[in-house]
């Protein structure tokens, strides 16, 4: 094809050599090599002057050549047109079911009938039947209400009045009098006279002289001499040497403690359980007192332990006014824990101690001491020191075994110092020969105010 103008300019006049090529490869290669471009100046001194040599192929190269092909002209190829537009004159055939469709005739649209305005068609009227006709609603009949005959509302009808309409009480009936009896008109006075009569105090009867200084005189006399026995009785054994009261209690009840603390040897550890306050310990004190000294006479060594705050004041004070020797007794710290700290009590002894003796004035404490040496050191033997209010809460543990003994109150106290068992007077007795002497100067009182009363008293009846 002939160039255009723009591109003969740009065509080189003579192709470069190229070099001499193979005789399979000449085949392939185009007759005309394309002109190289100009090379840049900076490219030119990296460019090498002469093309390298073509090696010479080997010999199992020359095997695998194809064989030389023939040459042929370079035509371009023809491209079709993009869109071909079809001559004016062709007329596209119709398919065969299109056209027997258009064979068919098209249906014409149905046309609504117009219906005639001019005449008026009566319709025959139903019969409705009696029961029907008695639903019917029926209007409601009102009154004909007054036309308004002034103002902006004239010649209107059932307009609200503008004043509120107040519709008065209707007059009540009177009742007949009823007719008073003169028994209820009586009983009616009678309570009036009763509420509006003034209350008259009673006054107190005005004694002589002579007989209030008489009656001072009795009270003080029965003061002194219940003082002088009962001060007397506490002081007669301190005065005295070997002053005692003929006063016999009972010690079988506490010969069960006495037994068990007496079969004790000083390898035996013993825990002592203060479980009682500063309020119970005016009697706690007079129980514990005679144990402690069986105890300390027996040689063993003594735990003191308490779950409650003053229990180790308490102890350490008894043990100084009974003057233990420190080595023979431990001070544990108590353990505010209630029952669960109980168990940790008997733990912290440093081994399992032969006997526990309790002493306390609480139910609880008793209850709880039992339950949770029993759970956790079933074969400890328990003794115990109890305030005489407890002698029924104990007496089911002393008869089912799991309390071994128990001492109650004041006289089992006096009992355990007696001479059948401990032989050392206490407090305990003490206290319980001078609770003898009060009641009996009480006695004696009562007898003597009978017998200088009792006559007087005669004689008055006669008058």
Do not use: C
Not at 66 to 87: M, N, R
Request: no cysteine; hydrophobic share 45%.
């Amino acid at each position: 094809a002939e160039l255009p103008d723009w591109l003969r300019g740009a065509a080189p006049e003579e192709a470069a050599p190229t070099a001499e090529l193979p005789d399979w490869l000449r085949g392939v290669a185009p007759e005309e090599a394309a002109p190289s471009a100009e090379l840049p100046d900076w490219l030119r001194g990296v460019a090498p002057e002469e093309a390298a040599p073509t090696a010479e192929l080997p010999d199992w190269l020359r095997e695998v050549r194809p064989s030389e092909i023939p040459k042929a002209p370079f035509t371009p190829p023809i491209v079709p047109p993009l869109l071909e537009l079809p001559a004016e004159e062709t007329v596209p055939e119709i398919p065969d079911w299109l056209a027997e469709l258009g064979k068919e005739p098209i249906a014409k649209a149905t046309v609504p009938p117009v219906l005639e305005t001019g005449e008026v068609i009566e319709l025959a009227r139903a019969e409705i039947p009696p029961w029907l006709e008695a639903l019917r609603p029926r209007p409601a009949v009102r009154g004909k209400e007054p036309v308004e005959t002034e103002g902006l509302l004239a010649g209107l009808s059932n307009v609200l009045s503008p004043a509120l309409k107040l519709e008065a009480p209707a007059v009540s009936r009177r009742l007949p009098e009823a007719e008073i009896k003169e028994a209820t008109l009586a009983r009616a006075q009678l309570l009036q006279r009763l509420l509006t009569q003034p209350i008259e105090v009673p006054q107190p009867e005005v004694r002589k002289r002579g007989s209030a200084l008489g009656a001072r005189i009795q009270g003080g006399l029965v003061t002194i001499v219940l003082i002088v026995a009962v001060l007397g009785t506490l002081l007669a054994p301190r005065l005295l040497e070997g002053f005692s009261l003929p006063v016999h209690v009972e010690t079988a009840p506490a010969r069960g403690v006495y037994n068990f603390i007496q079969g004790l040897n000083t390898t035996e550890r013993v825990l002592v359980a203060f479980e009682y306050g500063a309020t119970e310990a005016d009697e706690m004190n007079l129980v514990a007192e005679p144990l402690l000294r069986h105890l300390l006479r027996q040689g063993v060594h003594i735990h003191i332990v308490s779950t409650q705050p003053e229990g180790k004041l308490i102890a350490e004070s008894l043990l100084l006014d009974l003057g233990a020797p420190t080595a023979q007794y431990t001070l544990l710290e108590y353990r505010p824990s209630g029952a669960t700290g109980i168990a940790q009590l008997v733990g912290q002894v440093g081994g399992t101690p032969g006997v526990v003796l309790l002493l306390t004035a609480r139910p609880a404490s008793l209850r709880w001491w039992i339950e949770q040496t029993r759970a956790h050191h079933g074969t400890l033997t328990i003794v115990a020191g109890l305030s005489a209010a407890l002698e029924s809460a104990a007496a089911p543990y002393v008869g089912a075994g799991t309390l071994r003994a128990a001492l109650y109150g004041l006289n089992g106290a006096a009992a355990y110092e007696s001479e059948e068992l401990l032989g050392m007077r206490g407090q305990a007795t003490e206290r319980l020969d001078a609770l003898a002497v009060g009641h009996l100067a009480i006695i004696a009182l009562l007898l003597i105010g009978t017998l200088v009363y009792a006559p007087s008293g005669l004689g008055r009846k006669r008058g």
